[in-house]
C-alpha cells in the first residue's frame, strides 16, 4: 500500500509539473486569492460609504487613498529591491534572506517617519479647526509605515516563488482585518474612528510577518544595516523610489487641487471610482508579480530577448483573461457599480467609465515596470516618471476648472497610457541586440 501511495504521489507530482493546465491553476491561484482581497477592499468601502454617507467619509476616503499611493514611497521602493534580489540569495541561505530583509524594512522604516512627519505637517496646515495636533493626525504615519513594511514581506515572499503566501502577508491579512473591524465597529464612527481602524488593521499586517511558515522571512522583523550597506541601499533603491514617488505625486497633486477647488462630495465620488479602478491595477500587478522572478533571471541571459517577451507575453495573456469580465462590467455598467456605494455615488459614473478604459489599454500593453526593473533600466522608469508627473498635473490643473473630477481622470489617463507605451518601446530599443542590453543592476 506505502509503495503504491508513493508511486501515485510521483506520478502526480510528474503531471503537474508537465500539465499546461496544471501550470496555468498554479499561476492563477495567487491572482484567485488576491481577487478575494480585493473583493473584501470592495465590500469594505461600500461599508464605510454607506455608514459614513458621501460627505462624512470624503476625509477617509482622501487619507487612505494617500497612503495606500505613498506606501510605495515610504518602502523607497526596497519591495522591488527584496523581489530582484532575494531569488539571488537563496543559494546563501535562510540567515542571509532574513539579514537582508531586516535591512530593507529598518530602512523603510526611517523613509517613513520622515514622510509622515511631513504628513502630519500638512494635516496641521490644512485643518480647518483651530484645535491642533491631535491624537488622530498621529495615525497618518504609522499606517504608511505598516503599508511599506507589508509592500515588503509580500515582494520578498514573492521572489521565493511562493505567491500565495506573499498575498496572505503582504495583502488579504490586513484587508481581512479591516473589513472585520468596519463590520463590526464603523456604523455611528467618525471619519478619524475608521482611520484608526484601518491602521490598527495593517499594524497588525506587518508584524504577521513573524508567524509566517517561510522561515527566511521571520528574522529578524528589523535590522541595522552597517553605514556602508545603508548608503548601497539607498543609493540602489534611489531609481526605484523616484519612480514610486512621481507616480505617486502624479495622483496625490491632482486630487489635492480636487479636494481644494471642489465640494466633499464630488471629492468622494471620484476617490471611490479610482479605489474601483485600483482593484484592477493590483490583480494585474499580483498576476505580473508572479512572472517578475521569472524575468529577473531570464535577463541575465547572454541574449535574454526571446525568453523575457514569452514570459512577457503570457503575463499579458493571463492578466487580460482575468480582468476582462469585470473590466467589462466596469466599462458596460459604470452607474450600477458605482450605485452599490449609494444612490448619490452614481454620479461618479463617468469617471470610472474612463479609468477602466485607461486600465484596458494598459493590461493589453502589458507589464512595462516589470520588464524595465527586471533588466536594470530603473533610471528609464524614473524619468518616464517625471514625465508622468508633469504631463498628469498639467492636464488635471487645467481640465478640472471645466470638467471637475472627469478632468482629473482624463489628464491622469492619458499621462498614465502614454508613459507605458514609451516604456515599452524603450525596452524593445534596448533589448534588439545583445549588445544593446544593459546589465541588471543590483545583484546582492
Not at 140 to 160: Q, V, Y
Request: charged share 10%; net charge positive; glycine share 10%.
Amino acid at each position: 500500500m506505502k509503495a503504491a501511495l508513493l508511486t501515485t504521489h510521483s506520478f502526480a507530482a510528474r503531471w503537474l509539473s508537465g500539465n499546461p493546465l496544471a501550470s496555468l491553476f498554479r499561476t492563477l491561484m495567487p491572482s484567485a486569492l488576491r481577487m478575494s482581497g480585493a473583493a473584501l477592499q470592495f465590500l469594505s468601502t461600500v461599508i464605510v460609504a454607506r455608514a459614513l454617507g458621501d460627505e462624512s467619509s470624503a476625509a477617509f476616503f482622501f487619507w487612505s487613498s494617500v497612503l495606500m499611493t505613498s506606501g510605495p514611497i515610504a518602502s523607497y521602493g526596497l519591495e522591488q529591491i527584496a523581489l530582484r534580489s532575494v531569488p539571488r540569495l537563496q543559494e546563501q541561505g535562510a540567515a542571509a534572506i532574513g539579514t537582508f530583509l531586516g535591512h530593507l524594512r529598518f530602512i523603510s522604516l526611517m523613509v517613513s517617519l520622515l514622510l509622515g512627519i511631513g504628513l502630519i505637517v500638512f494635516e496641521l496646515v490644512t485643518e480647518q479647526s483651530d484645535q491642533g495636533l491631535q491624537t488622530w493626525h498621529l495615525m497618518p504615519p504609522i499606517a504608511l509605515a505598516s503599508i511599506a513594511l507589508c509592500l515588503i514581506n509580500g515582494e520578498a515572499l514573492k521572489g521565493l516563488s511562493r505567491p500565495m503566501m506573499a498575498v496572505v502577508f503582504g495583502h488579504l491579512i490586513p484587508v481581512s482585518l479591516f473589513c472585520l473591524l468596519i463590520i463590526l465597529f464603523a456604523r455611528g464612527a467618525p471619519s478619524a474612528g475608521v482611520l484608526a481602524l484601518y491602521t490598527f488593521s495593517y499594524f497588525l499586517g506587518a508584524i504577521a510577518i513573524r508567524f509566517c511558515p517561510a522561515r527566511e522571512c521571520r528574522r529578524p522583523l528589523v535590522a541595522i544595516p552597517s553605514a556602508r550597506k545603508f548608503r548601497e541601499t539607498l543609493r540602489e533603491g534611489f531609481p526605484v523610489c523616484c519612480v514610486n514617488l512621481f507616480g505617486a505625486m502624479g495622483f496625490i497633486l491632482p486630487l489635492a487641487i480636487l479636494e481644494v477647488t471642489r465640494p466633499a462630495a464630488e471629492v468622494a465620488y471620484i476617490t471611490t471610482a479610482f479605489r474601483i479602478s485600483i482593484l484592477c491595477i493590483v490583480l494585474s500587478a499580483a498576476i505580473h508579480g508572479v512572472f517578475a522572478p521569472v524575468m529577473s533571471r531570464a535577463a541575465l541571459l547572454p541574449d535574454p530577448r526571446r525568453a523575457l517577451f514569452r514570459v512577457y507575453g503570457k503575463a499579458v495573456l493571463i492578466t487580460l483573461g482575468t480582468l476582462a469580465i469585470p473590466l467589462a462590467i466596469g466599462i458596460g455598467m459604470p452607474g450600477t457599480v458605482m450605485s452599490i456605494f449609494g444612490e448619490s455615488f452614481r454620479n461618479g459614473a463617468d469617471a470610472l467609465r474612463l479609468l477602466l478604459i485607461a486600465q484596458l489599454i494598459t493590461v493589453c500593453i502589458g507589464p512595462v515596470p516589470q520588464l524595465l526593473l527586471m533588466t536594470g533600466h530603473a533610471s528609464m522608469l524614473a524619468v518616464l516618471g517625471v514625465l508622468k508627473l508633469i504631463t498628469g498635473v498639467v492636464l488635471s490643473a487645467l481640465l478640472i476648472p471645466h470638467y471637475g473630477g472627469v478632468g482629473m481622470v482624463i489628464g491622469m489617463g492619458i499621462a498614465f497610457v502614454a508613459e507605458e507605451i514609451v516604456g515599452l518601446g524603450y525596452a524593445l530599443a534596448k533589448l534588439r541586440r545583445p549588445a544593446n542590453a544593459e546589465a541588471p543592476t543590483g545583484q546582492p
